[in-house]
């Protein structure tokens, strides 16, 4: 009999969020230890006493798990405990090495992963990283860093300044003293450019085009490298980008490398602007991506590029949840 060890939290004591975490619990340590229902002999569940309006039991046997014995107990109240908690213990009838399963701010609790860490995920425009990333970082309560919004900045006050952008010097002369804050408000990100919030202003095409262009010099790659560093030695965080892994941190605890078809990538990218009331044409929002590629993938300083030891996922075919789901279980096999 082998034990395999896990734990949650939830946002709220509901039933909906109980059910959801319970859920994405079992099956994380299901797909982690290569585990099928059948191989279960019981599951045993604790909740620290905040939790009271469903039993995880019941969201077990709600998501499948029936064919196995289920118990719910409420553990004792303890000064300092984590709140609104839930611990499991499933009871397997296979010769392996358990690999135990910690999710969203429950990671606390295991003691060899609270230590200082960092997550690269890298890969072209429109594969997704940058919507992964910030999920995860929500889902293991760690800093999300949007390194593209702050190359995008970088781009819109050069554009503003009416510089050249293929001038080195006169680009870091825009950007000298620039004021380029991340800041976080009700769960949303907003890049604030002199005072002003412009995180909408940057994602429009031209802007994404003169990032591409504008990150290639050198003086204005290391202004914001040495930004990122610094927040990065400081705080267990995820940043995205094209380099993160190869250049920015290159010691980063874990690596990733998402991808996707130009045609997925474009398609995307299209529904996202015009969702928010842009017109775009789609083959030239395509044809923009190709370039896009060409221009990260060819350019001297930290261009794009698998790091060789990131993992590579091709985001293609898979869901936002799907990618998510594969990145946190790569995670739990190299812990």
Do not use: W
């Not at 005072?195 to 914001?224: F, T």
């Not at 250049?247 to 078809?261: C, E, G, I, M, Q």
């Not at 261009?303 to 293609?316: C, F, G, N, R």
């Amino acid at each position: 009999m082998v034990v395999i060890r896990g734990a949650t939290t939830v946002a709220a004591d509901e039933k909906e969020e109980i059910r959801r975490a319970v859920a994405e619990l079992l099956e994380q340590i299901g797909n982690t230890n290569s585990l099928n229902k059948d191989e279960i002999v019981g599951i045993v569940f604790s909740s620290t006493p905040d939790i009271h309006s469903y039993y995880p039991a019941k969201a077990a046997r709600e998501a499948g798990f029936e064919g196995c014995s289920l118990f719910s107990a409420v553990e004792p109240e303890i000064d300092g405990g984590l709140p609104l908690c839930i611990r499991v213990m499933i009871f397997v009838e296979k010769n392996l090495t358990p690999h135990h399963v910690y999710l969203r701010g429950a990671r606390v609790l295991r003691k060899d992963l609270t230590a200082h860490y960092n997550i690269a995920i890298d890969g072209p425009a429109g594969s997704g990283k940058s919507t992964v990333a910030k999920l995860l970082a929500r889902d293991l309560g760690i800093l999300y860093l949007d390194t593209g919004a702050m190359y995008r900045a970088c781009a819109l006050k050069a554009i503003g300044a009416g510089a050249d952008l293929e001038d080195e010097a006169a680009i870091a002369d825009v950007i000298r003293d620039i004021k380029l804050d991340i800041e976080y408000a009700d769960g949303v990100q907003k890049t604030v450019l002199d005072g002003r919030d412009v995180s909408e202003e940057i994602r429009l095409p031209h802007v994404s085009m003169a990032a591409s262009v504008v990150s290639k010099h050198p003086a204005v790659r290391m202004k914001m490298v040495e930004k990122q560093r610094e927040i990065a030695g400081k705080l267990s965080c995820v940043l995205d980008g094209r380099d993160i892994g190869t250049f920015v941190l290159p010691d980063a605890d874990f690596k990733y490398f998402l991808t996707a078809s130009p045609e997925i990538r474009a398609k995307r990218r299209y529904d996202e602007l015009t969702a928010k009331g842009h017109e775009v044409n789609f083959e030239e929002l395509k044809a923009e991506i190709i370039r896009r590629d060409e221009q990260d993938a060819t350019r001297d300083v930290a261009p794009l590029k698998q790091a060789e030891d990131a993992v590579l996922i091709d985001t293609s075919d898979l869901s936002v949840e799907e990618v998510l789901r594969l990145v946190k279980m790569r995670m739990q096999e190299m812990i």
